[in-house]
């Protein structure tokens, strides 16, 4: 069954310090993965697809086949980073999306 | 990109009614996908609808509790049946792009009394 797991649900951290979301999967073929970011008072968006392999807002996930696991990084948090991240799958174009129970990021000052 | 309106953005229910959701796209899309986001819950999707066919439901989610049209390629309903307060949620439409891409409507804020 497709399944994705997302272990935090908040996740404080200093500015200036690393930030890793966890992301796992259960998926029997080979899954496209996001990432969705949510601020606030805004409408849910993409925020970085693993089949593209850039960085965005400075973030980097790295699809790991062998831990079914998708995290997503990076190395200095910033404030307008606070939000709710939801890590996604999907069996590819035009299949269904299902979704992580979603991490709310807390950067601190 | 996709542009998506969805109507009403919140209303205030009695239970017992019924409320029917629109969605608005600015472009021909073949599939849109309604999901609810229950309070502090993650996004779980209700069904996919495609144009020219019966609407496709995920496990929990019936036709006669939460029916859907979809008169063409802009534009599709939800309506939520005999309401209850656990209805009580938002409810959210979405349209896939060619990249797989999901693009998502502000959300329509639903609360049962």
């Known amino acids: 069954a497709q399944r994705v797991t997302q272990p935090e649900k908040l996740l404080s951290v200093f500015k200036g310090a690393p930030v890793e979301l966890k992301c796992n999967y259960s998926y029997s073929g080979s899954p496209e993965l996001f990432w969705y970011v949510q601020y606030s008072r805004q409408r849910l968006q993409l925020l970085l697809r693993h089949i593209s392999r850039e960085s965005i807002k400075g973030f980097t996930a790295d699809l790991n086949k062998g831990e079914t696991s998708f995290h997503l990084k990076k190395p200095f948090a910033q404030e307008e980073d606070s939000a709710m991240y939801y890590c996604?799958?999907?069996?590819?174009?035009?299949?269904?999306?299902?979704f992580g129970k979603g991490t709310r990021l807390h950067i601190l000052p | 990109s996709a542009v998506i309106s969805q109507k009403p953005s919140r209303d205030i229910c009695q239970r017992g009614t019924s409320l029917t959701i629109q969605c608005q796209v600015d472009s021909q899309v073949t599939m849109m996908f309604w999901y609810r986001q229950q309070p502090g819950q993650s996004l779980t999707l209700i069904a996919t609808?495609?144009?020219?066919?019966?609407?496709?439901?995920e496990s929990g989610f019936v036709i006669d509790k939460f029916p859907i049209s979809r008169p063409n390629l802009t534009f599709s309903t939800l309506t939520v049946s005999n309401m209850s307060p656990e209805d009580s949620s938002i409810y959210l439409c979405s349209v896939g792009h060619s990249t797989g891409e999901l693009f998502f409507g502000e959300g329509s804020r639903l609360t049962v009394l």
């Open positions: 609808a495609n144009q020219g066919s019966e609407a496709t439901y």
């Open positions: 996604a799958l999907s069996g590819g174009r035009d299949d269904k999306i299902i």
